[in-house]
């Protein structure tokens, strides 16, 4: 028998390590009559195989946990979970007892920009296993340094075109026109995007026709509208929309859009706190809101770490922002009306999204933070974890290979010290991420290093 301590994001853990030596044999149970010869040469030909043991599997799909269970891995994929003794594992399999742990899927991060290697690795040393990064093309983003990582482990990252742009194109193509917006819509699609992304500053009456040509493009619109036309884009047929806190005049009632107008102008806490104290969370326009997101199957990703970032620094200790103490004040005042539009939402059944908008947020713990938030909100711990795995992969057209625990997934995996479902902030006391079947930790100097079972 081996133990082997893992170490990633902010825990560490023991396993201990043994071999099954028993052709086929059944951990715990009798051999059940079949070939075991036979499902050793075809289900596992030549594959180095392990049966993760005596773990809670949190697998993603917003069922209950089910202790004492068993995750078989071969080959980078899932071949088969049970509970313990139900598991058929071949001669030479490493048996990885991980008594006390919990295992949920990887995370994924559905707004970050990460630009290095060693963006990519903060955020897979908190747990996330794959990341959407709408902001460059693929062949900008390599030759900022994403390819040639060797072996080191790396998140999944999904990319679309360059986002478009209706100002000067700093964060994306610039386009003087809505017909140009279509032709680049048109443009990506056939370069093999997996999604377009819009940004705020792209007019309002472009949306209709922009989202009318992703559809028939079949490929999905994300819109970032902060500001205004959140709503016209969703009734358009955006398949994602964000963030939550969306400073949209056609929110709020009719009566409070003029008010708010000259205060929203500048964006910012100050806005997102007028916009709040101005939003009825149960009124009729956020209805409406809800009617758009439920017809069009579109999700919502709230985004509310960024949104927060005032409420989160400590003046005279921490690096602020440059957001005045009466704009925080108000902000932090208004905050409760977030959390209500957060459970109105859910409440209707709208499925939502996890991202941190990294870098505006630190790596991977914007993450965190954006979860803390929706269990604040009053999200059960449950579907937050769903949020954060089987949403986003729906989202991204991922779910056949990830974002659950299921047989036939890759196998991306965490291994957490404690329990997600009594505190969303276990989600981060991971002892182990598991990438293609391949564990890995963090060292003590801060390197990613192979875990190696044997």
């Known amino acids: ?18 071999r099954v030596v028993a052709v086929a044999a059944l951990l715990g149970a009798p051999t059940p009559p079949r070939d075991a010869a036979g499902l050793d040469q075809e289900l596992f030909p030549g594959l180095r195989t392990e049966l993760f043991v005596n773990a809670t599997v949190i697998d993603g799909r917003g069922g209950p946990p089910r202790p004492s269970s068993s995750v078989l891995v071969s080959g980078g994929r899932i071949r088969a979970v049970g509970t313990e003794g139900s598991l058929l594992a071949p001669e030479g399999t490493i048996v990885v007892d991980l008594s006390g742990s919990y295992v949920v899927p990887g995370f994924i991060d559905v707004q970050a920009s990460p630009r290095t290697s060693d963006d990519l690795h903060a955020l897979l040393a908190y747990g996330i296993t794959g990341v959407r990064d709408g902001a460059l093309p693929l062949d900008v ?32 193509v610039p386009l003087s026109s809505e ?32 989202a009318r040509a992703a559809r028939r493009s079949d490929v999905p619109l994300w819109t970032d509208r902060e500001g205004g036309g959140w709503l016209l884009a969703l009734r358009a047929g955006a398949a994602v929309a964000s963030p939550l806190v969306s400073g949209d005049p056609e929110l709020l009632p009719e009566g409070e859009r003029g008010a708010f107008g000259a205060l929203g102008a500048g964006g910012g806490p100050g806005a997102h706190a007028a916009w709040l104290e101005r939003l009825e969370a149960h009124g009729p326009e956020v209805d409406r809101a809800v009617t758009a997101l439920l017809s069009n199957d579109a999700a919502l990703a709230p985004l509310l770490a960024s949104t927060a970032v005032p409420l989160d620094c400590i003046p005279d200790i921490a690096a602020c922002p440059p957001v005045t103490n009466a704009d925080r004040a108000a902000l932090r005042a208004a905050w409760p009306q977030a959390q209500a539009l957060v459970r109105t939402l859910h409440g209707h059944g709208v ?42 992969a729906i989202a991204l057209g991922q779910l056949h290979e990830r974002g659950t625990i299921e047989t036939g997934k890759r196998a991306d995996f965490l291994v957490l010290e404690a329990n997600p479902l009594a505190d969303i902030g276990n989600a981060s006391r991971i002892s182990l991420v598991v990438i293609e079947g391949r564990a890995w930790s963090v060292g003590p100097n801060g390197a990613w290093e192979r875990v190696r079972f044997n």
Do not use: C
């Open 1 to 18: 028998m081996t133990e082997v301590r893992g170490t990633g994001g902010t825990g560490s853990g023991l396993v201990t390590v043994t």
């Open 141 to 172: 983003f390599e030759a900022r340094g994403r390819g040639g990582f060797g072996d080191d482990p790396v998140p999944a990252v999904h990319i679309g075109g360059p986002v478009l742009d209706a100002g000067d194109g700093a964060r994306g």
């Open 179 to 210: 017909a140009a917006a279509i032709a680049e819509v048109e443009r990506q699609a056939q370069a093999g995007a997996e999604f377009i992304s819009i940004s705020a500053n792209v007019p309002a009456e472009w949306l209709v026709g922009v």
């Open 351 to 392: 499925r939502m999204l996890v991202g941190s908008d990294a870098p505006r947020t630190d790596w991977g713990v914007g993450f965190h933070r954006e979860m803390q938030l929706l269990a604040e909100a009053g999200i059960p711990e449950l579907e937050v974890i769903g949020m954060a795995t089987r949403n986003a």
